[in-house]
């Protein structure tokens, strides 16, 4: 078997919450985490798209960053990108090979392995910070055993409550885990969760209280973003699309100002940002796909808001999604942006649930059946919008058929 196969194949059992292994790991691989500087991003939604920006920032400066980032779309390599460019899959390749028989003594998980991985990788081709994205949670996710410079919560939504607890005060504590007292961070949780961050006793900026943006909508082309901080003024374009988007590149220049990033360096970070597969556009026969891995009901309430806001609903829609996830919530939110509704599946997915579970939640508007994502792209009528979401594992097998890509063809589980 090799290395990656028998990576791919620890995923089936599963996230064991806690740092012992993660830590024990990292010791064996001569604590990697310490020869460079971190951030930490966690949250219910944004993190990915706020961690990346702030790692264009960054780069920008001048700096070597890495980006870690999960899960991945279509490439195992994309989870581990330096100065901007993803690590070759020939170096991800040997240095697997030489973490697995200390993750084996660990009894390392899936992901405190791909953590401990990118924090090696990092070190060996000399990053000088890196940007990380939660996993699960914050207290007891892997990446929490590096400690971080800054750390970043995005938003708070009720998702993954069977681990995090159902509401949103319990979830928020459990994010707060990856706050330092006396060190700075940055949030964008409402208000009334502010108290549950603060009692970690960071140097805490909120969005509307410290962080103030002022956004004008630039229609498929992003967003123009004044944000006011304490001790000074930013004014920057990005391409992210939705309220949402411009509230976590908000977060991340308000990330790279605490960091000491000049204000030009943010602006040239922010307006080349790419995040794949988040109210992401391609082009497919003559028309738009817009992909987005809305895979929780806040998510998708922010879709189909972006859609609104974008002119654009109501359209047909591909969705697909994963056992233990609200699927009714989900379909509640999503119903004013669907003109019909394409249900299918992530074939690599064994987590994906079959579209006839799926229709009922849709019972009202036009329903049709697709076995695969292609069956389901092939549904969709010619030269107008469309969208893809429901499940970031779905969106990672319908952008390579979208591009002409040919994507790996492995089991997903995280």
């Not at 009334?192 to 603060?198: D, K, Q, S, T, Y």
């Not at 497919?284 to 009901?297: F, I, M, S, T």
Request: charged share 20%; glycine share 12%.
């Amino acid at each position: 078997m090799s290395d990656l196969d028998w990576l791919f194949a620890r995923q089936r059992f599963g996230m064991h919450p806690g740092l012992d292994r993660v830590q024990a790991l990292l010791t064996r691989l001569g604590e990697p985490q310490r020869r460079f500087r971190s951030v930490l991003v966690g949250g219910t939604n944004g993190k990915g798209s706020t961690a990346a920006s702030l790692a264009a920032m960054l780069t920008a400066s001048g700096t070597r960053v890495g980006l870690f980032t999960s899960p991945h779309l279509t490439r195992f390599a994309e989870r581990f990108v330096v100065g901007g460019r993803e690590c070759s899959d020939e170096r991800v390749g040997d240095t697997l090979r030489r973490v697995r028989p200390h993750a084996e003594a660990a009894e390392a998980s899936f992901f405190e392995i791909v953590t401990a991985l990118g924090c090696l990788l990092f070190a060996e081709v000399g990053v000088e910070i890196a940007v990380l994205e939660v996993g699960l949670g914050g207290r007891l996710d892997a990446t929490n055993a590096l400690e971080p410079d800054l750390s970043v919560i995005t938003t708070v939504a009720l998702d993954h409550t069977e681990i995090l607890g159902g509401t949103l005060e319990a979830i928020a504590e459990e994010k707060a885990g990856i706050l330092r007292p006396g060190r700075p961070a940055v949030t964008g949780v409402a208000p009334a969760l502010w108290p549950r961050l603060e009692a970690r006793r960071a140097d805490l900026w909120a969005l509307g209280r410290e962080v103030r943006v002022e956004a004008q909508p630039r229609g498929w082309d992003g967003w123009d973003l004044r944000v006011g901080l304490p001790d000074g003024t930013l004014e920057l374009r990005t391409p992210l699309l939705g309220k949402h988007g411009a509230h976590n590149a908000a977060l991340a220049a308000a990330a790279a100002w605490r960091l000491g990033v000049d204000g030009s360096a943010i602006r040239a970070g922010a307006a080349g940002v790419l995040w794949p597969g988040r109210l992401e556009a391609l082009p497919w026969q003559g028309g738009r796909v817009l992909l987005d891995g809305a895979h929780n009901p806040a998510g998708a309430h922010a879709l189909a808001s972006a859609l609104r806001d974008l002119g654009a609903s109501p359209l047909p829609l591909i969705f697909g999604a994963a056992s233990g996830k609200d699927v009714a919530g989900v379909a509640s939110a999503l119903r004013e942006a669907a003109s019909e509704v394409i249900l299918t599946r992530a074939r690599l997915s064994p987590r994906a649930l079959p579209p006839e579970e799926l229709a009922p939640h849709f019972a009202g508007l036009p329903v049709r059946l697709a076995d695969s994502p292609q069956d389901a792209l092939a549904l969709l009528p010619e030269g107008g919008d469309a969208a893809v979401c429901g499940s970031l594992y779905l969106i990672g097998e319908v952008r390579p058929l979208l591009l002409g890509e040919v994507p790996e063809a492995r089991e997903r589980w995280q």
